[in-house]
Protein backbone atom coordinates (compact mmCIF):
# COMPACT_ATOMS: atom_id res chain seq x y z
CA UNK A 1 0.00 0.00 0.00
CA UNK A 2 1.57 3.23 -0.72
CA UNK A 3 2.22 5.87 2.08
CA UNK A 4 -0.19 8.26 2.66
CA UNK A 5 1.13 12.20 1.91
CA UNK A 6 1.39 14.18 4.39
CA UNK A 7 -1.50 16.81 5.67
CA UNK A 8 0.08 19.76 4.28
CA UNK A 9 0.76 18.35 0.76
CA UNK A 10 -2.34 16.60 0.68
CA UNK A 11 -3.95 20.03 1.12
CA UNK A 12 -1.67 21.63 -1.46
CA UNK A 13 -2.57 19.05 -4.17
CA UNK A 14 -6.10 19.76 -3.15
CA UNK A 15 -6.33 22.95 -3.73
CA UNK A 16 -4.31 22.86 -7.30
CA UNK A 17 -7.07 20.29 -8.44
CA UNK A 18 -10.06 22.62 -7.15
CA UNK A 19 -8.52 25.51 -8.98
CA UNK A 20 -9.22 23.49 -12.71
CA UNK A 21 -11.78 21.07 -11.97
CA UNK A 22 -15.59 21.87 -11.60
CA UNK A 23 -17.85 22.09 -8.30
CA UNK A 24 -18.99 18.49 -9.28
CA UNK A 25 -16.02 16.42 -9.99
CA UNK A 26 -14.54 17.42 -6.74
CA UNK A 27 -17.33 17.00 -4.45
CA UNK A 28 -17.97 13.58 -6.07
CA UNK A 29 -17.75 10.84 -3.58
CA UNK A 30 -16.09 7.70 -3.92
CA UNK A 31 -15.70 4.47 -2.81
CA UNK A 32 -11.71 4.07 -3.41
CA UNK A 33 -10.51 3.92 0.31
CA UNK A 34 -7.15 5.56 -1.69
CA UNK A 35 -8.53 8.48 -3.13
CA UNK A 36 -8.89 11.48 -0.38
CA UNK A 37 -12.28 11.93 1.16
CA UNK A 38 -14.42 14.39 -1.23
CA UNK A 39 -14.74 18.12 0.32
CA UNK A 40 -18.06 19.81 1.75
CA UNK A 41 -19.58 22.62 0.66
CA UNK A 42 -18.18 24.35 2.83
CA UNK A 43 -14.51 23.30 2.77
CA UNK A 44 -14.98 24.30 -1.09
CA UNK A 45 -16.01 27.49 -0.21
CA UNK A 46 -13.02 28.18 2.00
CA UNK A 47 -10.87 27.03 -1.27
CA UNK A 48 -12.39 29.38 -3.98
CA UNK A 49 -12.34 32.08 -1.06
CA UNK A 50 -8.84 31.58 -0.81
CA UNK A 51 -8.17 30.91 -4.76
CA UNK A 52 -9.99 34.25 -5.43
CA UNK A 53 -8.55 36.32 -3.00
CA UNK A 54 -5.11 35.75 -4.58
CA UNK A 55 -5.76 36.00 -7.86
CA UNK A 56 -7.66 39.13 -7.29
CA UNK A 57 -4.34 40.47 -5.93
CA UNK A 58 -2.34 39.12 -9.20
CA UNK A 59 -4.72 41.19 -11.23
CA UNK A 60 -5.69 37.78 -12.65
CA UNK A 61 -9.00 38.84 -13.15
CA UNK A 62 -10.33 35.70 -15.26
CA UNK A 63 -8.80 33.18 -12.93
CA UNK A 64 -10.85 35.58 -10.04
CA UNK A 65 -14.01 35.76 -11.36
CA UNK A 66 -14.15 31.85 -12.05
CA UNK A 67 -13.62 30.93 -8.47
CA UNK A 68 -16.07 33.73 -7.38
CA UNK A 69 -18.39 31.82 -9.81
CA UNK A 70 -17.81 28.74 -8.67
CA UNK A 71 -18.65 29.09 -5.37
CA UNK A 72 -21.82 31.04 -6.43
CA UNK A 73 -23.17 28.01 -7.67
CA UNK A 74 -22.98 26.24 -4.28
CA UNK A 75 -23.62 29.41 -2.25
CA UNK A 76 -25.85 32.01 -4.51
CA UNK A 77 -26.23 34.86 -2.11
CA UNK A 78 -22.86 34.62 -0.53
CA UNK A 79 -21.90 38.38 0.18
CA UNK A 80 -18.76 38.01 0.17
CA UNK A 81 -18.12 35.87 -3.24
CA UNK A 82 -20.86 38.39 -5.06
CA UNK A 83 -18.44 41.20 -3.87
CA UNK A 84 -15.41 39.18 -5.53
CA UNK A 85 -17.22 38.82 -8.52
CA UNK A 86 -18.61 42.25 -9.35
CA UNK A 87 -15.15 43.45 -8.64
CA UNK A 88 -13.73 41.44 -11.28
CA UNK A 89 -16.14 42.92 -13.71
CA UNK A 90 -15.86 46.43 -12.23
CA UNK A 91 -11.88 45.84 -12.75
CA UNK A 92 -12.79 44.86 -16.52
CA UNK A 93 -14.17 47.76 -17.20
CA UNK A 94 -16.48 47.30 -20.50
CA UNK A 95 -20.02 48.40 -20.86
CA UNK A 96 -21.14 45.20 -20.76
CA UNK A 97 -18.54 44.27 -17.34
CA UNK A 98 -19.88 47.05 -15.82
CA UNK A 99 -23.76 46.61 -15.88
CA UNK A 100 -22.91 43.02 -15.09
CA UNK A 101 -21.04 44.59 -11.75
CA UNK A 102 -24.05 46.67 -11.10
CA UNK A 103 -26.50 43.53 -11.49
CA UNK A 104 -24.27 41.51 -8.78
CA UNK A 105 -24.03 44.28 -6.25
CA UNK A 106 -27.98 44.43 -6.68
CA UNK A 107 -27.86 40.52 -5.54
CA UNK A 108 -26.28 41.25 -2.49
CA UNK A 109 -29.01 40.54 0.25
CA UNK A 110 -29.92 44.18 1.81
CA UNK A 111 -29.02 43.31 4.94
CA UNK A 112 -25.17 42.88 3.99
CA UNK A 113 -25.33 46.15 1.77
CA UNK A 114 -24.77 48.33 4.62
CA UNK A 115 -20.87 47.43 4.28
CA UNK A 116 -18.81 50.12 3.02
CA UNK A 117 -17.09 48.07 0.54
CA UNK A 118 -19.88 47.44 -1.15
CA UNK A 119 -20.88 50.77 -1.37
CA UNK A 120 -17.71 51.42 -2.38
CA UNK A 121 -17.64 49.06 -5.40
CA UNK A 122 -21.25 49.62 -6.42
CA UNK A 123 -20.32 53.34 -6.46
CA UNK A 124 -17.47 52.99 -8.33
CA UNK A 125 -19.85 50.69 -11.23
CA UNK A 126 -22.61 53.53 -11.14
CA UNK A 127 -19.76 55.95 -12.01
CA UNK A 128 -18.11 54.57 -14.77
CA UNK A 129 -21.73 53.69 -15.99
CA UNK A 130 -22.14 57.49 -16.51
CA UNK A 131 -18.98 57.73 -17.77
CA UNK A 132 -20.23 55.84 -20.90
CA UNK A 133 -23.22 57.83 -20.78
CA UNK A 134 -21.42 61.28 -20.91
CA UNK A 135 -18.89 59.62 -23.72
CA UNK A 136 -22.50 58.96 -26.15
CA UNK A 137 -23.36 62.27 -25.75
CA UNK A 138 -20.11 63.77 -26.85
CA UNK A 139 -20.34 61.14 -29.73
CA UNK A 140 -23.81 62.26 -30.56
CA UNK A 141 -23.46 65.88 -29.97
CA UNK A 142 -20.17 66.05 -32.60
CA UNK A 143 -21.46 63.33 -34.85
CA UNK A 144 -19.33 60.94 -34.40
CA UNK A 145 -21.55 58.42 -32.83
CA UNK A 146 -25.01 57.34 -34.87
CA UNK A 147 -28.30 57.85 -33.56
CA UNK A 148 -31.82 57.31 -34.49
CA UNK A 149 -32.92 60.75 -32.88
CA UNK A 150 -34.32 63.34 -35.28
CA UNK A 151 -32.81 66.11 -33.26
CA UNK A 152 -28.79 65.19 -32.33
CA UNK A 153 -28.48 68.00 -29.84
CA UNK A 154 -31.69 67.11 -27.51
CA UNK A 155 -30.66 63.60 -27.79
CA UNK A 156 -27.10 64.57 -26.62
CA UNK A 157 -29.22 66.41 -23.66
CA UNK A 158 -31.04 63.61 -22.83
CA UNK A 159 -27.81 60.99 -22.30
CA UNK A 160 -25.69 63.86 -20.64
CA UNK A 161 -29.04 63.89 -18.00
CA UNK A 162 -28.83 60.53 -17.33
CA UNK A 163 -24.95 60.13 -16.90
CA UNK A 164 -25.28 63.06 -14.19
CA UNK A 165 -28.10 60.77 -13.00
CA UNK A 166 -25.64 58.07 -12.26
CA UNK A 167 -23.43 60.57 -11.04
CA UNK A 168 -25.20 61.81 -8.50
CA UNK A 169 -26.18 58.13 -7.19
CA UNK A 170 -22.92 57.06 -7.20
CA UNK A 171 -21.55 60.21 -5.15
CA UNK A 172 -24.75 58.96 -3.01
CA UNK A 173 -22.74 55.05 -2.49
CA UNK A 174 -19.46 57.17 -2.05
CA UNK A 175 -21.19 59.34 0.74
CA UNK A 176 -23.07 55.75 2.51
CA UNK A 177 -19.24 53.92 2.14
CA UNK A 178 -17.83 57.27 3.55
CA UNK A 179 -19.76 57.01 7.31
CA UNK A 180 -19.34 53.67 7.10
CA UNK A 181 -15.92 53.49 7.42
CA UNK A 182 -13.94 57.21 7.09
CA UNK A 183 -10.89 57.59 6.16
CA UNK A 184 -10.93 55.15 3.04
CA UNK A 185 -8.39 56.63 0.24
CA UNK A 186 -10.58 54.74 -2.69
CA UNK A 187 -13.77 55.91 -0.96
CA UNK A 188 -12.80 59.55 -0.90
CA UNK A 189 -11.25 59.49 -4.35
CA UNK A 190 -14.45 58.52 -5.45
CA UNK A 191 -15.76 61.66 -4.03
CA UNK A 192 -13.07 63.66 -5.66
CA UNK A 193 -14.07 62.28 -9.10
CA UNK A 194 -17.83 62.07 -8.70
CA UNK A 195 -18.30 66.03 -7.33
CA UNK A 196 -15.93 67.21 -10.06
CA UNK A 197 -18.05 65.56 -13.16
CA UNK A 198 -21.00 67.19 -11.26
CA UNK A 199 -19.15 70.39 -11.29
CA UNK A 200 -19.20 70.84 -7.48
CA UNK A 201 -15.74 72.19 -7.66
CA UNK A 202 -15.52 73.63 -3.94
CA UNK A 203 -16.43 69.79 -2.98
CA UNK A 204 -13.84 68.17 -4.85
CA UNK A 205 -11.60 70.39 -3.55
CA UNK A 206 -12.55 69.98 0.02
CA UNK A 207 -12.78 65.92 -0.87
CA UNK A 208 -9.51 66.69 -2.16
CA UNK A 209 -7.65 68.03 0.94
CA UNK A 210 -8.97 65.05 2.45
CA UNK A 211 -7.99 62.22 0.27
CA UNK A 212 -4.17 64.00 0.49
CA UNK A 213 -4.71 63.74 4.75
CA UNK A 214 -5.52 59.67 4.18
CA UNK A 215 -3.08 59.10 2.29
CA UNK A 216 -0.69 60.54 4.43
CA UNK A 217 -1.99 58.50 7.36
CA UNK A 218 -1.18 55.80 5.39
CA UNK A 219 1.98 57.36 4.77
CA UNK A 220 2.60 57.23 8.03
CA UNK A 221 1.26 53.41 8.69
CA UNK A 222 3.90 52.87 6.23
CA UNK A 223 6.67 54.15 8.14
CA UNK A 224 6.30 52.75 11.42
CA UNK A 225 5.72 49.24 9.83
CA UNK A 226 9.39 49.87 8.16
CA UNK A 227 10.88 50.54 11.50
CA UNK A 228 10.11 46.76 12.70
CA UNK A 229 13.34 44.67 12.64
CA UNK A 230 11.70 41.83 12.77
CA UNK A 231 9.81 42.27 8.89
CA UNK A 232 10.75 40.35 6.06
CA UNK A 233 12.42 41.07 3.19
CA UNK A 234 9.51 40.89 1.09
CA UNK A 235 7.55 42.29 3.18
CA UNK A 236 10.27 45.17 3.46
CA UNK A 237 9.68 45.54 -0.55
CA UNK A 238 5.63 45.60 -0.43
CA UNK A 239 6.19 48.37 2.13
CA UNK A 240 8.14 50.09 0.10
CA UNK A 241 6.62 49.95 -3.33
CA UNK A 242 3.44 51.14 -0.63
CA UNK A 243 4.87 53.95 -0.06
CA UNK A 244 5.87 55.14 -3.89
CA UNK A 245 2.34 53.83 -4.46
CA UNK A 246 1.03 56.51 -2.05
CA UNK A 247 3.25 59.49 -3.08
CA UNK A 248 2.25 58.94 -6.55
CA UNK A 249 -1.29 58.73 -5.33
CA UNK A 250 -0.62 61.98 -3.36
CA UNK A 251 0.68 63.66 -7.26
CA UNK A 252 -2.18 63.19 -8.37
CA UNK A 253 -4.28 64.15 -5.46
CA UNK A 254 -2.77 67.53 -5.98
CA UNK A 255 -2.34 67.56 -9.42
CA UNK A 256 -6.51 67.45 -9.44
CA UNK A 257 -6.42 70.12 -6.75
CA UNK A 258 -4.19 72.52 -8.99
CA UNK A 259 -6.24 71.99 -11.88
CA UNK A 260 -9.59 73.14 -9.97
CA UNK A 261 -8.02 75.81 -8.22
CA UNK A 262 -6.39 77.23 -12.09
CA UNK A 263 -9.99 76.77 -13.38
CA UNK A 264 -11.50 78.81 -10.36
CA UNK A 265 -8.58 81.92 -11.21
CA UNK A 266 -7.16 80.90 -7.76
CA UNK A 267 -3.36 80.70 -9.26
CA UNK A 268 -1.58 81.30 -6.24
CA UNK A 269 -3.02 78.55 -4.41
CA UNK A 270 -2.86 76.58 -7.31
CA UNK A 271 1.04 77.36 -7.37
CA UNK A 272 1.36 76.31 -3.83
CA UNK A 273 0.30 72.80 -5.29
CA UNK A 274 2.48 72.53 -7.77
CA UNK A 275 5.10 73.53 -5.17
CA UNK A 276 3.95 70.94 -3.13
CA UNK A 277 3.99 68.43 -6.23
CA UNK A 278 7.58 69.12 -6.88
CA UNK A 279 8.45 68.13 -3.58
CA UNK A 280 7.16 64.64 -3.75
CA UNK A 281 8.28 64.30 -7.26
CA UNK A 282 11.02 66.43 -8.43
CA UNK A 283 11.46 65.34 -11.69
CA UNK A 284 7.79 65.65 -13.10
CA UNK A 285 8.25 67.90 -16.23
CA UNK A 286 4.85 68.90 -16.73
CA UNK A 287 4.76 69.94 -13.18
CA UNK A 288 7.18 72.34 -13.48
CA UNK A 289 5.92 73.57 -17.17
CA UNK A 290 2.51 74.28 -15.15
CA UNK A 291 3.80 76.49 -12.96
CA UNK A 292 5.84 78.45 -14.67
CA UNK A 293 2.46 78.87 -16.95
CA UNK A 294 1.02 80.08 -13.66
CA UNK A 295 3.63 82.30 -12.27
CA UNK A 296 4.18 83.90 -15.82
CA UNK A 297 -0.17 84.71 -15.24
CA UNK A 298 1.21 86.37 -11.91
CA UNK A 299 3.58 88.28 -13.35
CA UNK A 300 6.08 86.28 -11.39
CA UNK A 301 8.82 85.58 -14.43
CA UNK A 302 12.24 85.32 -12.86
CA UNK A 303 10.53 82.14 -10.99
CA UNK A 304 8.67 81.48 -14.45
CA UNK A 305 11.64 81.22 -16.27
CA UNK A 306 13.33 79.01 -13.61
CA UNK A 307 10.72 76.78 -13.62
CA UNK A 308 9.79 76.67 -17.55
CA UNK A 309 14.13 76.33 -18.03
CA UNK A 310 13.68 73.38 -15.60
CA UNK A 311 11.15 72.01 -17.87
CA UNK A 312 13.20 72.12 -21.03
CA UNK A 313 16.04 70.65 -18.93
CA UNK A 314 14.25 67.57 -17.92
CA UNK A 315 11.90 67.22 -20.80
CA UNK A 316 15.51 67.53 -23.20
CA UNK A 317 16.37 64.20 -21.76
CA UNK A 318 13.51 62.26 -23.61
CA UNK A 319 11.98 64.74 -26.11
CA UNK A 320 13.00 65.73 -29.38
CA UNK A 321 13.63 69.81 -29.98
CA UNK A 322 11.16 69.55 -32.36
CA UNK A 323 8.98 68.08 -29.93
CA UNK A 324 5.27 70.39 -30.01
CA UNK A 325 5.83 71.12 -25.62
CA UNK A 326 9.74 71.87 -25.86
CA UNK A 327 8.79 74.37 -28.57
CA UNK A 328 5.82 76.34 -26.81
CA UNK A 329 8.66 76.02 -23.78
CA UNK A 330 11.09 78.07 -25.50
CA UNK A 331 8.31 80.69 -26.58
CA UNK A 332 7.20 80.89 -22.87
CA UNK A 333 11.36 81.39 -21.84
CA UNK A 334 11.60 84.08 -24.57
CA UNK A 335 8.47 85.90 -23.00
CA UNK A 336 9.71 85.64 -19.59
CA UNK A 337 12.57 87.17 -20.83
CA UNK A 338 11.35 90.09 -22.41
CA UNK A 339 8.99 90.66 -19.50
CA UNK A 340 12.19 90.45 -17.19
CA UNK A 341 14.19 93.19 -19.83
CA UNK A 342 10.82 95.34 -19.77
CA UNK A 343 10.33 95.82 -15.83
CA UNK A 344 14.20 96.58 -15.33
CA UNK A 345 15.25 93.17 -13.37
CA UNK A 346 16.49 91.17 -16.06
Not at 243 to 266: D, F, M, P, W
Request: glycine fraction near 6%.
Amino acid sequence: MPMPLPSRLLRAALVAALAAASPLTVSCSSTDPEEPPALTDEQLLGVYLENAIRYLDLRELDRAEDQARRALEIDPDNERFLLIYGSCRLLKGTAQDIQAAIETFERIPEEKQRDYRVQMKWAAAVERKGVFYEEASRGVRDGSRATDAPNRGQRADELMAEAQGYWREAKGRFEESNELRSGEPETIGGLVRTTALLGETEESIRYGRDLIDAIRASQRLVSIKLEDDSITADRETQLFANRRSNRAYEVKARLHIATLLRQEGRLAEAIEEFDEIIYLQPELAEAHSLRAQLLYDLGEYVKARDSITRFIELKARTAEFEDPSIRRAYDLQERCDQAIRSSGRG
